[in-house]
């Protein structure tokens, strides 16, 4: 051991390296699988989306319908779809097909080898099945309420007077997914608003709130009619 001047023995202080702590790497990064960032499509309102292709589609913004047409060119509506719903000819297997924006969107494509689960089956199903049910109900006004109805339950937004529809829809498309001609579906949106059943203006679509209670009554009611 080394002296000091005076003849004591001196300690010597062994200086220990620095220890860096790393953070753990994410599971992902441990399973070396790091997920690519997310790339979504931009579409314009009335832009098919997916023009020729049989992949999937994960809508991230904005409102799209999916439909076919007859052999005729009768517009048949198979369904209509927002932000975190899937969508593709895989699920519908229906031909011919089409989806078409209804407002500008954002979607992330999912390629063709995307697993279908039976949610997104479901979905499809249950919503073809209430547009068929809505477009053979005989009354006319009947059938327009009930489709405003469901497409507030499905896309409006609550407030205290009753449900805010932020999917814009002209009569002429309101008219393909009812099998209604145009100039009627204006006649009775007019006539359901004098009514106080809705407010529908350039500005705002409302469906008061003891309507739209109403709604599952009237869906009783058109079983019985058809």
Known sequence: MPMNHTGQEQSTVVSRPTLTLMPKPSYFQQKGDIKPPVKYSSFKRNDPLGIGGKGLWRIHSGYVRTL?????GELVPLGFWGAGDIIGYPITQTSPYAAKCLSPVQAEYLGTAYGCSQGMMLS??????DLLKISHCRQAD?????????????FGQR?????????RLTHQ???????LTRVTVSRLLKALEREGKIRWTPSEKMVYQETFKEFYANL??????Y
Do not use: P
């Open 220 to 225: 009783d009611s058109c079983d019985r009619i």
């Open 173 to 179: 498309e309101i008219s393909e997914a009812i099998n």
């Open 159 to 167: 407030t205290s007077e009753g449900r805010t529809l932020k999917l």
């Open 124 to 129: 499809q199903v249950r919503q073809s099945h």
């Open 68 to 72: 076919s047409w007859t052999l005729e």
């Open 142 to 154: 009947l059938r327009l309420l009930q489709f405003i109805c469901w497409m507030a339950g499905r």
